[in-house]
């Protein structure tokens, strides 16, 4: 039994009564609303710009290929827009912009690169950005290790003691072309200052096979100084040569005497060395294991850091050797 209420009937009647609205209205009101939010969105959240300016870096450098990649220009001006929170967030710095180039992008020694401009959250966008490409080059390196040489100004006498130079060896590391022609680097010192025996920091410059001196800003040297010493005064002595004798004659036999020529010997070294020696200079091992009669041997004469003989290297050594039950003579 119905009792006539507009209820009766449900999603029928609903649907009749939207049915009859006009389309147009419905639409209408839709947009008005969609106009009004957007409208307080963009109010209450505007867009706005930023701009900057950035140092462009290199991302991925391969640390395995040692090479210098240089950029021109260094720098762009990007500007980026979005909305008010999202550039204030850059303005504040809350968020930094990087601009960067990629290395693996750099397939030659010289050419053009694009520029990307990171990081940008959703809704933000670059909208400028000069240049948008840089040109780029790429250097190869190199590195090794080479002596240090000292040159004393004015020159030395041929009898006076080297200087000598800690470290004696620096690392130098640059322009694969230019580290290639280096050979050594330079130590200048003046003799005046050498009487205070140490300088310290003396600078260093490197040279070519052929002498010529080489850019000093197009490498780097490692340590940049280093230490000369001038030993003490060298002088000189005559010392007594010892050979040393080692082994046993064979059986039944001895050693009946040992003669050297020369007998003594000039060394030359500090005046402290010379006196370690206590008048004696030893000679390399003279061996006479399992011998049976009179023999000579060239041997070399011995002497301890800081002793080097004048003029004579080499000593004659003459073993003398016998049997046990037989007189000398």
Not at 14 to 23: T, V
Not at 60 to 70: A, I, Y
Not at 124 to 129: A, H, I, K, S
Not at 154 to 180: C, F, H, N, S
Request: hydrophobic share 40%; aromatic share 4%; net charge negative.
């Amino acid at each position: 039994m119905t009792n006539g209420s507009p209820v009766a009937g449900g999603d029928s009647w609903f649907g009749a009564r939207l049915a009859s609205l006009p389309i147009g209205r419905v639409a209408l009101a839709v947009l008005v609303g969609l106009g009004i939010w957007l409208a307080r969105t963009i109010a209450d959240n505007p867009v706005e710009s930023y701009k900057a300016t950035l140092e462009v870096t290199v991302r991925g450098q391969d640390e395995k290929v040692p090479s210098e990649p240089t950029l021109e220009p260094s720098q762009v001006t990007v500007t980026i827009v979005g909305q008010r929170k999202n550039i204030r967030a850059y303005e504040d710095g809350t968020l930094s912009l990087r601009a960067s180039v990629q290395f693996d992008q750099m397939t030659e020694s010289t050419g053009q690169i694009p520029v990307e401009i990171t990081p940008l959250v959703e809704g933000v966008r670059v909208d400028t950005l000069s240049p948008e490409r840089v040109a780029y080059t790429v250097k190869a390196l190199d590195v090794k290790t080479v002596p240090v040489n000292v040159e004393v100004v004015p020159q030395r006498d041929p009898g006076m003691p080297a200087p000598i130079v800690l470290p004696d060896r620096v690392t130098v590391r640059g322009e694969k072309a230019v580290v290639e022609r280096i050979v050594a680097v330079q130590a200048f010192v003046r003799e005046f200052d050498l009487a205070q025996r140490v300088v310290d920091e003396v600078g260093v410059r490197p040279i070519a096979a052929d002498g010529s001196y080489l850019p000093r800003n197009r490498v780097e040297i490692d340590p940049q100084y280093v230490m000369v010493q001038l030993p003490a005064q060298a002088t000189s002595n005559w010392v007594e040569v010892r050979p040393e004798i080692v082994g046993e004659p064979a059986e039944g036999y001895e050693v009946r005497g040992v003669t050297v020529h020369p007998q003594s010997v000039e060394v030359s070294g500090a005046r402290t060395a010379l006196e370690a020696l206590g008048g004696r200079i030893a000679t390399d091992a003279v061996e006479v294991q399992g011998r049976t009669g009179r023999f000579q041997s060239s041997v070399s004469l011995r002497p301890p850091e800081g002793v080097v003989p004048s003029d004579i290297n080499t000593v004659t050594v003459t073993v003398d050797i016998g049997p046990v039950d037989e007189p000398s003579g």
